[in-house]
């Protein structure tokens, strides 16, 4: 054998590194009350009405701290959407000990407000977003393409990308970090992402609104605000297939999740 053939040789049995095993939490920052569950479940009965969980998603492990989404903080937009119970998304992962510039990283899964407007609250994240989420709705300096991004939104993200922090993610199945994973599907914005993590417990798909709530899946129902359906529940379909098992799935917006999920509690649920 040649140095050259054994170097090859031993090049092909070292063995490739493992991703990282993450811990994954839901982090609730606010609720919104009486929210009209048709506006949630396609063809639901419009006099449902329902505590809105809202949150963001924390990723610990490998050296990082991970988001999934930055949710919202604008007096705005408080103002609008009378949040109880409301804490900044940056003050609420302080219960995990998280300071906001520990955040090494957030993944948008689409561009509204609720999960977008946060991100100028992490000054040291990189920001992962679809490509064609963000060229869709707006342009580099920031301008409006589509009314689904809120203005002000938009001035903030355009800044963020020419600080050289926003991260264009080119399609699905991307692993984008060793060990999480984004997944286009479910339509509920032009190019919206869902995210897979590698967990102890196995495979968590972190859903965000491309399913709101657990309803969407036992019942086989769309969301009520998708640009396709049909996409939509070939997405909750594909999600069944990844999890590792169905209760590893995390919907958008469901407070069922801290029932399901009890400790540590606190508004804080550990995806386990």
């Keep these: 054998m040649t140095w050259r053939s054994a170097l090859i040789a031993c090049v092909a049995t070292v ?14 920052y606010a609720t919104l009350p009486r929210f009209r569950v048709s506006g949630l479940i396609a063809g639901a009965d419009t006099s449902r009405r329902m505590d809105l969980a809202m949150m963001v998603w924390v990723i ?6 991970i988001l999934v989404d930055a ?24 219960k995990l000990g998280i300071k906001p ?3 090494t990283d957030v993944i948008v ?14 000054p040291r994240a990189r920001v992962w977003i679809q490509r064609e989420e963000f060229e869709h709705h707006l342009d580099s300096s920031g301008v409006v393409k589509d009314r ?15 600080e050289g922090r ?19 599907g479910g339509k509920h914005t032009f190019a919206s992402q869902f995210a897979t993590v590698n967990t102890a417990a196995g495979t968590v798909v972190l859903a965000s609104d491309n399913a709101y709530l657990y309803e969407n899946f036992a019942k ?9 359906s049909a996409s939509n529940l070939r997405t909750q379909t594909r999600m069944l297939s990844l999890a590792s098992d169905p209760r590893l799935i995390v919907p958008g917006h469901d407070p069922e999740v801290f029932v399901r999920f009890p400790t540590p509690g606190n508004g804080v649920a550990l995806i386990r």
């Excluded at 264009?168 to 997944?183: A, F, M, N, Q, S």
Aim: no cysteine.
């Design 220 to 228: 086989h129902v769309p969301i009520a605000q998708t640009l396709d």
């Design 148 to 162: 689904a991004i809120d203005a002000g939104d938009a001035k903030i993200l355009a800044g963020i990308a020419h």
């Design 15 to 28: 063995p490739a590194k493992a991703p990282p095993t993450y811990e994954v939490y839901a982090v609730r």
């Design 60 to 65: 610990k492990g490998g050296g990082r701290t």
């Design 101 to 103: 510039e520990d955040v």
């Design 71 to 94: 949710g919202f903080h604008r007096t705005d937009l408080v103002t609008r959407w009378h949040p109880t119970d409301f804490i900044p998304p940056s003050e609420a992962v302080g």
């Design 166 to 184: 926003v991260m264009l993610v080119d399609g699905d199945g991307k692993e984008i970090i060793p060990g999480i994973t984004v997944y286009t």
């Design 109 to 122: 899964s689409h561009v509204h407000w609720d999960h977008l407007d946060g991100i100028d609250l992490f």
